[in-house]
């Protein structure tokens, strides 16, 4: 279980307890002045469970695609914002010739999908996570880079490993199965919307 699953797995614990425990205050008003039977007090709290799962689960769908970027909720998870386009270069060590390219960042609060855009090239990601390598947050994925047909070079699957400790600024390596490497430099793309 990776650690954004723990978190996601904690979050939603503690909005159903808040939901759970909101139900029962909102409700102890229908209890108390009846003094009802043990089975319609169980029939209650079976009910007040159920409507306190129904709203986690609106919720947790919301947090999961949406609601986990806006920042005062940012400070509980510490996961890093990603979703957005980056403009940078990489260099392989094949031809040692710099390129330009856009990569664009998918992510929700349990997902990342990555792809790389060039005038040579695209690629898509098959898996991505982030991982806490000692201390510093890594995007890592692996991909399978379509090239243009015109230039007659093979589809090939690679791994990227990006250093995401500043959000506006990825750094990294890449290697590929076609056994050449490279550096990657990204800068968020500002003019993005």
């Known amino acids: ?77 510490n996961v890093p914002i990603l979703y957005t386009n980056y403009i940078g270069t990489f260099k392989s060590d094949f031809d040692q010739v710099e390129r330009s390219g856009e990569l664009i960042i998918e992510q929700s609060f349990l997902t990342v999908k990555v792809k790389l855009k060039t005038c040579e090239s695209s690629s898509n990601s098959i898996t991505a996570s982030i991982v806490n390598d000692n201390g510093t947050q890594k995007l890592i994925y692996t991909y399978l880079n379509n090239p243009r047909a015109e230039l007659q070079s093979p589809i090939h699957y690679g791994t990227v490993i990006i250093d995401i400790d500043n959000p506006n600024r990825l750094e990294g390596n890449y290697y590929t199965g076609r056994k050449t490497r490279g550096s990657m430099r990204f800068e968020k793309n500002n003019h993005f919307e």
Do not use: D
């Not at 009802?36 to 009910?47: T, V």
């Open 1 to 77: 279980m990776t650690e954004q699953q723990k978190k996601f797995i904690s979050i939603t614990v503690w909005v159903f307890a808040f939901c759970l425990i909101a139900r029962f205050i909102i409700g102890w008003q229908e209890v108390v002045p009846n003094k009802p039977h043990i089975l319609s007090l169980a029939y209650l709290a079976i009910g007040f469970i159920g409507e306190a799962i129904s709203v986690t689960a609106a919720f947790m769908a919301f947090f999961e695609k949406k609601a986990w970027r806006w920042s005062f909720l940012s400070n509980f998870h």
